[in-house]
């Protein structure tokens, strides 16, 4: 393995967990049965998504593709962020958060 394909692998695993942190923090701002809620879901499910096929990328060893999906899981976690879907406390360091 060349020193890239290390670091690449690397930044990867980092990220896997800080993804895994963010998830945990996560918590669905409205009741389920709202409309607020099933959007909630909806973004759960692309979340995690996402998040499996990175992690199905990282045991192949693609760690491009890899990194390409835990950035598109993170993209739906900072946008629920943002539109207030998800409630994920006041951690700037795991989310993008308006103020």
Same mark, same amino acid.
């Given at each position: 393995?060349?020193?890239?394909?290390?670091?690449? &692998? /690397?930044?990867?695993?980092? %990220?896997?967990?800080?993804?895994?942190?963010?998830? /945990? &923090?996560?918590?669905?701002? /409205?009741?389920? @049965?709202?409309?607020?809620?099933?959007?909630?879901? @909806?973004?759960?499910?692309?979340?995690? *998504?996402? %998040? /499996?096929?990175? &992690? $199905?990328? %990282?045991?192949?060893?693609? =760690?491009?593709?890899?990194?390409?999906?835990?950035? =598109? *899981? %993170?993209?739906?976690?900072?946008?629920?962020?943002?539109?207030?879907?998800?409630?994920?406390?006041?951690? $700037?360091?795991?989310?993008?958060?308006?103020?």
């Amino acid at each position: 393995m060349t020193a890239d394909s290390e670091e690449l &692998k /690397s930044r990867v695993e980092k %990220y896997i967990g800080i993804e895994e942190d963010a998830i /945990s &923090k996560l918590r669905t701002a /409205s009741p389920g @049965n709202s409309f607020a809620g099933r959007i909630a879901a @909806n973004f759960m499910e692309m979340i995690t *998504s996402y %998040y /499996s096929d990175a &992690k $199905h990328f %990282y045991d192949r060893g693609d =760690y491009i593709n890899a990194f390409a999906a835990l950035n =598109y *899981s %993170y993209g739906w976690i900072d946008s629920g962020i943002r539109l207030g879907i998800f409630d994920g406390g006041d951690d $700037h360091r795991l989310f993008t958060l308006l103020e």
